[in-house]
């Protein structure tokens, strides 16, 4: 797509939190029109009666959505922000009405059914599946730029994936015995009400769940293969934490040899010269103070102990969601990579 070319963008899933920051970035994108937005038939209704914030910035309202649509409004993309299992409902069709996609479920994030089915349910689009990019565009820029199909990563994954994937790659690292504890805001729980997110349930409580069995370790080992060629066994342990938004993973690692924190810092340094959105912390050790509110991930490494600690800080809603969904948007339709996103 050329500079002056407006991309016209359609968003299934608006309401909830990682929709709304969407609608919030796109009204901003010079070269991205959104041109409508749907969701299920209990939460329709002006934009702004969902987020007030979004009152005067948008006439948007969230419609059912019906497949006749697309010849309407002439659609190049369409991010869809909805659970896993309804986007596979969804992307054949929109495929075959020649959209590209963006898919911020897990739906095409596991590129063996076989395991998604052990991690999820069966599923049904083997086509779009077997053709899907993972959207991580520090490692699978090319890929992105000519996909018709973008896996968004999710939110955890990315935040320990990048500090881990150099120096694993360079093997500064073993393989195994990988710890990644995470901490994220309560927002990457999504929106709808329940009682274990209640204020008082949460507030002022630092609480590990899903020890183990978390479906983000799957795919935090799986895209460690995928870009370094080694099996990498990954214990993830993560925390929710009384916080708005945010994710912080501390990883602790055995090293292959003896490395310094410079020589693992220049690792980082080396793999992410040249990239957007990943600082490198030398200066102070990330923290999701430092990232709220930005499309970046703050990575750092230090030599402790005859141990090997990384660190990675995203604003889950943002790096972990439409930051990062707008950032392979802009590669795939050949934008720059940083437009509307700071």
Not at 7 to 30: D, K, M, N, Q
Not at 153 to 168: E, F, H
Not at 193 to 202: G, N, Q, V
Not at 232 to 256: C, E, K, Q, W
Request: glycine share 8%; charged share 20%; hydrophobic share 45%.
């Amino acid at each position: 797509m050329s500079d002056n070319t407006t991309l016209r963008v359609i968003l299934v899933g608006g309401s909830g939190y990682a929709g709304f920051e969407v609608i919030r970035w796109l009204l901003r994108h010079p070269q991205a029109d959104l041109v409508g937005v749907y969701g299920p038939e209990n939460e329709l209704g002006a934009m702004d009666e969902f987020y007030p914030l979004l009152t005067a910035q948008t006439d948007l309202r969230q419609e059912l959505f019906e497949p006749g649509i697309l010849a309407d409004l002439d659609p190049d993309l369409a991010m869809l922000c909805v659970p896993h299992k309804v986007a596979m409902s969804y992307v054949p069709a929109l495929r075959a009405a020649s959209l590209r996609v963006i898919d911020w479920s897990a739906d095409y994030r596991l590129a063996d059914a076989g395991l998604y089915e052990q991690w999820y349910c069966p599923h049904t689009d083997a086509a779009g599946l077997a053709e899907a990019v993972y959207g991580l565009p520090e490692f699978y820029r090319r890929q992105i730029a000519a996909a018709s199909l973008v896996a968004n990563p999710g939110c955890y994954p990315t935040s320990a994936t990048l500090p881990i994937a150099p120096v694993l790659a360079d093997g500064l690292i073993e393989p195994t015995g990988i710890v990644v504890n995470s901490g994220s805001g309560i927002s990457g729980a999504g929106r709808t009400a329940m009682l274990k997110f209640h204020f008082p349930e949460r507030n002022e409580s630092f609480e590990p769940y899903a020890v183990g069995t978390h479906r983000h370790m799957p795919e935090i080992e799986q895209t460690l293969k995928a870009i370094t060629g080694r099996d990498a066994d990954v214990l993830f342990v993560p925390h929710l934490v009384p916080m708005d938004r945010g994710i912080l993973s501390t990883i602790y690692a055995t090293p292959a040899r003896d490395v310094t924190t410079e020589q693992l810092t220049e690792a980082l340094q080396a793999a992410y010269a040249d990239e957007p959105f990943v600082r490198v912390r030398t200066d102070v050790l990330p923290a999701t103070k430092y990232v709220a509110g930005t499309n970046f991930c703050d990575v750092a490494a230090r030599s402790v102990k005859g141990r090997v600690v990384l660190f990675g800080a995203i604003d889950n809603v943002i790096k972990g969601a439409s930051g990062q969904a707008i950032q392979n948007m802009n590669i795939m339709f050949g934008f720059d990579e940083t437009t509307g996103l700071y």
